[in-house]
């Protein structure tokens, strides 16, 4: 059974900083892309950032390009988003989610599945 667990959201200062972790159980890590998305009530989810299969590839939504980073621990099954300069709009549950495909650079709720559960990020001062 696919598993994916994450940990790290938090309250912060705009301007602050937050490293998210999504351990994965279940599956080969390796075969599958990975991704973050993020939604607030009432909205779509969205794609934040996401990796390919062979953790080269990377795409990143246009708001967060330079400020977030997204990376993998193969040993330990888990993929990482740390996030700088966090501004108010990036307050939202974000989660990690799956694709077979290798979709990264779609990295779309159409193409990714196997929601974990969602941490929440709260940017506010």
Known sequence: EVQLVESGGGLVQPGGTLTLSCAASGF????YAMGWFRQVPGKKREGVSCISKD????YYEDSVKGRFTIWTDNANNTVYLHMNNLKPEDTAVYSCAIDSWDRYYYCSILAFSNWGQGTQVTVSS
């Open 28 to 31: 080969t890590f390796g075969d």
């Open 55 to 58: 953790r080269t590839g990377k």
